[in-house]
Protein backbone atom coordinates (compact mmCIF):
# COMPACT_ATOMS: atom_id res chain seq x y z
CA UNK A 1 0.00 0.00 0.00
CA UNK A 2 2.90 2.30 0.65
CA UNK A 3 4.36 1.23 -2.59
CA UNK A 4 1.50 2.21 -4.55
CA UNK A 5 0.83 5.79 -2.47
CA UNK A 6 4.53 6.61 -3.60
CA UNK A 7 4.16 5.71 -6.96
CA UNK A 8 1.21 7.94 -7.60
CA UNK A 9 2.63 10.94 -5.68
CA UNK A 10 5.57 10.33 -8.18
CA UNK A 11 3.12 10.42 -11.40
CA UNK A 12 0.97 13.41 -10.17
CA UNK A 13 4.25 14.98 -8.96
CA UNK A 14 5.78 14.36 -12.49
CA UNK A 15 2.33 15.39 -14.47
CA UNK A 16 2.40 18.76 -12.58
CA UNK A 17 5.82 19.63 -13.21
CA UNK A 18 4.85 19.04 -16.91
CA UNK A 19 2.07 21.06 -16.88
CA UNK A 20 3.64 23.99 -15.01
CA UNK A 21 6.42 23.78 -18.03
CA UNK A 22 4.31 23.83 -20.76
CA UNK A 23 1.96 26.64 -19.05
CA UNK A 24 5.90 28.82 -18.72
CA UNK A 25 6.64 27.44 -22.43
CA UNK A 26 2.96 29.27 -23.56
CA UNK A 27 3.38 32.13 -21.69
CA UNK A 28 6.87 32.50 -22.87
CA UNK A 29 5.99 31.79 -26.69
CA UNK A 30 2.87 33.87 -26.76
CA UNK A 31 1.99 35.02 -30.46
CA UNK A 32 -0.08 38.25 -29.15
CA UNK A 33 0.75 39.06 -25.84
CA UNK A 34 -1.48 41.50 -24.12
CA UNK A 35 1.93 43.63 -22.90
CA UNK A 36 4.85 43.86 -25.38
CA UNK A 37 8.16 43.83 -23.38
CA UNK A 38 10.47 46.55 -25.27
CA UNK A 39 13.55 46.60 -24.08
CA UNK A 40 16.31 49.38 -24.69
CA UNK A 41 20.00 49.60 -25.01
CA UNK A 42 21.60 50.24 -21.30
CA UNK A 43 23.71 52.76 -22.69
CA UNK A 44 22.58 55.61 -19.68
CA UNK A 45 20.51 55.33 -16.68
CA UNK A 46 17.38 52.81 -16.96
CA UNK A 47 15.59 55.83 -15.34
CA UNK A 48 16.64 58.03 -17.78
CA UNK A 49 16.61 55.67 -20.85
CA UNK A 50 12.97 54.98 -19.88
CA UNK A 51 11.92 58.63 -19.24
CA UNK A 52 13.01 59.95 -22.58
CA UNK A 53 11.26 57.36 -24.31
CA UNK A 54 8.18 57.82 -22.77
CA UNK A 55 7.25 58.92 -26.39
CA UNK A 56 7.59 55.85 -28.12
CA UNK A 57 5.62 53.93 -25.46
CA UNK A 58 2.63 55.98 -25.74
CA UNK A 59 2.91 55.62 -29.41
CA UNK A 60 3.23 51.98 -30.04
CA UNK A 61 0.59 51.72 -27.77
CA UNK A 62 -1.37 53.92 -30.00
CA UNK A 63 -0.17 52.39 -33.25
CA UNK A 64 -0.61 48.49 -31.85
CA UNK A 65 -3.34 48.97 -29.33
CA UNK A 66 -1.91 47.22 -26.54
CA UNK A 67 0.00 48.11 -23.54
CA UNK A 68 3.54 48.70 -23.73
CA UNK A 69 6.07 48.05 -21.11
CA UNK A 70 9.95 49.63 -21.55
CA UNK A 71 12.43 47.48 -19.97
CA UNK A 72 16.02 48.30 -19.71
CA UNK A 73 18.57 45.58 -18.43
CA UNK A 74 21.92 45.95 -16.56
CA UNK A 75 24.20 45.05 -19.16
CA UNK A 76 24.01 43.69 -22.84
CA UNK A 77 24.07 40.15 -21.68
CA UNK A 78 21.28 40.08 -19.52
CA UNK A 79 19.31 42.18 -22.31
CA UNK A 80 20.53 38.84 -24.65
CA UNK A 81 19.66 36.44 -22.10
CA UNK A 82 16.12 38.12 -21.63
CA UNK A 83 15.42 37.73 -25.43
CA UNK A 84 16.81 34.18 -25.42
CA UNK A 85 14.67 32.93 -22.56
CA UNK A 86 11.06 34.89 -23.97
CA UNK A 87 11.15 37.34 -21.68
CA UNK A 88 11.02 40.05 -24.32
CA UNK A 89 8.97 41.10 -27.56
CA UNK A 90 10.76 43.50 -28.80
CA UNK A 91 14.35 44.86 -28.35
CA UNK A 92 16.83 47.54 -29.46
CA UNK A 93 20.28 46.49 -30.02
CA UNK A 94 23.18 46.87 -31.06
CA UNK A 95 25.10 45.58 -33.91
CA UNK A 96 26.82 42.95 -32.45
CA UNK A 97 24.29 42.49 -29.71
CA UNK A 98 22.06 41.58 -32.04
CA UNK A 99 24.34 38.88 -33.70
CA UNK A 100 24.79 37.68 -30.08
CA UNK A 101 21.09 37.39 -29.56
CA UNK A 102 20.31 35.84 -32.94
CA UNK A 103 22.66 33.08 -32.55
CA UNK A 104 20.92 32.29 -29.57
CA UNK A 105 17.50 33.02 -30.20
CA UNK A 106 14.61 33.01 -31.98
CA UNK A 107 14.27 36.51 -33.11
CA UNK A 108 14.14 38.91 -36.04
CA UNK A 109 15.72 41.86 -37.72
CA UNK A 110 13.28 44.40 -38.91
CA UNK A 111 14.22 48.36 -38.53
CA UNK A 112 17.57 50.06 -38.01
CA UNK A 113 18.14 54.07 -37.00
CA UNK A 114 17.98 56.18 -40.16
CA UNK A 115 20.00 59.00 -40.46
CA UNK A 116 20.80 61.44 -43.59
CA UNK A 117 19.13 58.44 -45.65
CA UNK A 118 21.37 56.22 -44.17
CA UNK A 119 21.06 53.05 -42.18
CA UNK A 120 24.59 53.11 -41.46
CA UNK A 121 27.03 54.66 -38.99
CA UNK A 122 30.26 54.66 -37.88
CA UNK A 123 32.64 54.30 -34.70
CA UNK A 124 35.35 56.85 -33.87
CA UNK A 125 38.45 56.20 -32.09
CA UNK A 126 39.69 58.90 -29.36
CA UNK A 127 42.58 60.18 -27.84
CA UNK A 128 43.48 62.76 -24.68
CA UNK A 129 44.86 65.68 -25.95
CA UNK A 130 47.93 65.84 -23.23
CA UNK A 131 48.79 62.01 -23.77
CA UNK A 132 50.46 63.11 -27.21
CA UNK A 133 48.56 60.63 -29.13
CA UNK A 134 48.00 61.58 -32.80
CA UNK A 135 47.49 57.87 -34.96
CA UNK A 136 46.13 54.47 -33.57
CA UNK A 137 49.50 53.58 -34.06
CA UNK A 138 50.37 55.84 -30.64
CA UNK A 139 47.91 53.73 -28.76
CA UNK A 140 50.93 50.91 -28.59
CA UNK A 141 51.66 50.16 -24.47
CA UNK A 142 48.84 52.39 -23.79
CA UNK A 143 45.35 52.24 -22.18
CA UNK A 144 42.70 51.63 -24.24
CA UNK A 145 38.88 51.99 -22.85
CA UNK A 146 35.67 50.23 -24.85
CA UNK A 147 32.50 49.97 -23.26
CA UNK A 148 30.85 46.90 -23.23
CA UNK A 149 32.44 43.84 -24.61
CA UNK A 150 28.68 43.34 -26.36
CA UNK A 151 28.96 46.48 -28.46
CA UNK A 152 29.89 46.92 -31.88
CA UNK A 153 31.05 50.79 -32.15
CA UNK A 154 32.85 50.83 -28.64
CA UNK A 155 34.09 47.48 -29.08
CA UNK A 156 33.89 45.48 -31.75
CA UNK A 157 34.75 48.26 -34.77
CA UNK A 158 37.38 50.20 -32.76
CA UNK A 159 39.23 46.80 -31.84
CA UNK A 160 39.32 46.25 -35.61
CA UNK A 161 40.48 49.19 -36.00
CA UNK A 162 43.40 49.17 -34.10
CA UNK A 163 44.02 45.33 -35.31
CA UNK A 164 44.30 46.64 -39.06
CA UNK A 165 47.11 48.46 -37.99
CA UNK A 166 48.93 45.66 -36.08
CA UNK A 167 47.59 46.10 -32.53
CA UNK A 168 46.45 43.40 -30.56
CA UNK A 169 44.59 43.54 -27.11
CA UNK A 170 46.74 42.79 -24.17
CA UNK A 171 49.65 42.03 -26.57
CA UNK A 172 50.58 46.04 -27.71
CA UNK A 173 47.90 47.97 -25.28
CA UNK A 174 45.81 47.40 -22.16
CA UNK A 175 42.42 47.12 -22.68
CA UNK A 176 39.68 48.12 -20.41
CA UNK A 177 35.55 47.87 -20.24
CA UNK A 178 33.67 50.68 -18.63
CA UNK A 179 30.19 49.88 -19.71
CA UNK A 180 29.11 52.45 -21.93
CA UNK A 181 29.95 55.05 -24.77
CA UNK A 182 29.83 58.01 -21.78
CA UNK A 183 31.80 56.23 -19.82
CA UNK A 184 34.91 55.85 -22.44
CA UNK A 185 34.68 59.66 -23.43
CA UNK A 186 34.75 60.84 -19.76
CA UNK A 187 37.55 58.13 -19.02
CA UNK A 188 39.90 59.29 -21.90
CA UNK A 189 38.90 63.26 -21.26
CA UNK A 190 40.30 62.72 -17.29
CA UNK A 191 43.53 60.56 -18.40
CA UNK A 192 42.46 57.41 -16.73
CA UNK A 193 42.56 56.02 -20.16
CA UNK A 194 44.84 57.78 -23.10
CA UNK A 195 42.35 56.21 -25.57
CA UNK A 196 39.04 54.68 -26.17
CA UNK A 197 36.14 53.74 -28.76
CA UNK A 198 33.12 54.78 -29.20
CA UNK A 199 30.15 55.93 -31.52
CA UNK A 200 30.57 58.70 -34.03
CA UNK A 201 26.90 59.93 -33.48
CA UNK A 202 27.38 59.15 -29.05
CA UNK A 203 30.67 61.32 -28.86
CA UNK A 204 29.30 64.15 -31.00
CA UNK A 205 25.89 64.40 -28.67
CA UNK A 206 28.72 64.88 -25.68
CA UNK A 207 29.94 67.29 -27.01
CA UNK A 208 27.61 69.09 -28.14
CA UNK A 209 26.18 68.89 -24.86
CA UNK A 210 29.05 70.20 -23.29
CA UNK A 211 30.04 67.03 -21.29
CA UNK A 212 33.04 66.32 -23.33
CA UNK A 213 35.80 69.21 -24.12
CA UNK A 214 37.05 69.43 -27.52
CA UNK A 215 40.33 70.56 -25.77
CA UNK A 216 40.84 67.89 -24.09
CA UNK A 217 39.41 65.14 -26.27
CA UNK A 218 40.18 64.46 -30.15
CA UNK A 219 39.22 62.31 -32.74
CA UNK A 220 42.05 60.60 -34.12
CA UNK A 221 40.26 58.06 -36.37
CA UNK A 222 36.76 57.51 -37.77
CA UNK A 223 35.62 53.79 -39.07
CA UNK A 224 33.60 53.17 -42.45
CA UNK A 225 30.06 52.88 -42.50
CA UNK A 226 28.23 49.89 -40.49
CA UNK A 227 24.96 49.02 -40.17
CA UNK A 228 22.90 50.64 -37.87
CA UNK A 229 21.31 49.70 -34.55
CA UNK A 230 18.61 47.40 -35.37
CA UNK A 231 15.67 46.69 -33.67
CA UNK A 232 14.24 43.27 -33.23
CA UNK A 233 11.13 40.84 -32.76
CA UNK A 234 10.40 37.54 -31.70
CA UNK A 235 9.46 35.56 -35.08
CA UNK A 236 6.81 33.74 -33.11
CA UNK A 237 4.73 36.52 -32.76
CA UNK A 238 1.54 36.34 -35.02
CA UNK A 239 2.30 37.63 -38.20
CA UNK A 240 -0.19 40.25 -38.18
CA UNK A 241 1.11 41.75 -35.28
CA UNK A 242 4.38 41.62 -36.77
CA UNK A 243 3.33 43.17 -39.58
CA UNK A 244 1.44 46.35 -37.23
CA UNK A 245 5.07 46.35 -35.66
CA UNK A 246 7.33 47.10 -38.64
CA UNK A 247 4.75 49.19 -40.02
CA UNK A 248 4.74 51.11 -36.72
CA UNK A 249 8.29 51.78 -37.02
CA UNK A 250 9.12 52.34 -40.57
CA UNK A 251 5.95 54.78 -40.54
CA UNK A 252 7.64 56.88 -37.11
CA UNK A 253 8.66 60.70 -38.18
CA UNK A 254 7.94 62.64 -34.98
CA UNK A 255 10.68 64.02 -33.73
CA UNK A 256 10.54 64.34 -30.09
CA UNK A 257 10.26 60.73 -30.27
CA UNK A 258 13.00 60.12 -32.76
CA UNK A 259 15.17 62.82 -30.68
CA UNK A 260 16.78 60.14 -27.81
CA UNK A 261 17.52 57.75 -30.91
CA UNK A 262 19.79 60.45 -32.67
CA UNK A 263 17.80 59.91 -35.92
CA UNK A 264 15.79 60.73 -38.29
CA UNK A 265 13.70 57.71 -38.82
CA UNK A 266 13.77 53.60 -39.26
CA UNK A 267 14.58 52.25 -42.01
CA UNK A 268 14.17 48.19 -43.21
CA UNK A 269 16.45 45.89 -42.72
CA UNK A 270 17.08 41.91 -42.28
CA UNK A 271 19.79 39.79 -40.77
CA UNK A 272 21.75 39.69 -43.80
CA UNK A 273 22.26 43.40 -43.21
CA UNK A 274 24.48 42.41 -40.49
CA UNK A 275 26.97 39.58 -41.73
CA UNK A 276 29.68 42.21 -41.67
CA UNK A 277 28.98 42.17 -38.48
CA UNK A 278 29.96 38.31 -38.15
CA UNK A 279 32.80 38.89 -40.47
CA UNK A 280 34.72 41.44 -38.38
CA UNK A 281 34.01 38.77 -35.34
CA UNK A 282 36.09 36.24 -37.15
CA UNK A 283 38.63 38.52 -38.13
CA UNK A 284 39.18 39.00 -34.42
CA UNK A 285 38.48 35.67 -33.49
CA UNK A 286 35.58 36.44 -31.45
CA UNK A 287 33.60 33.31 -30.58
CA UNK A 288 30.01 34.67 -30.78
CA UNK A 289 28.99 31.63 -28.57
CA UNK A 290 30.86 32.14 -25.70
CA UNK A 291 30.07 35.92 -25.22
Partial sequence: MVKISKNIFALIFVA???ILCFSLASAAGDPDPK??????LPDENPSTVIK???GLKNYLESRLGKKIELVVTTD???MIKAMRHGRLDLAYFGPLSYVLAKSKSNIEAFAALKKHGKCTYQAVVIANVAS???SISDIAGKDMAYGDPASTSSHLIPKSMLAEKGLSAKKHYREHFLGNHDAVAIAVQNAKAQAGGLSKPIFESLVQRGIIDRNKVKVIAESKEYPEYPWAMRSDLSPVLKEKVKRAFLE?????ILKPFKADGFGAVNDKDYDVIRE???ILNLDLTKM
Avoid: F, H, Q
Fill in 16 to 18: LTV
Fill in 35 to 40: ILKVAL
Fill in 52 to 54: NNE
Fill in 76 to 78: YSS
Fill in 132 to 134: GIR
Fill in 252 to 256: LTDRS
Fill in 280 to 282: LAR
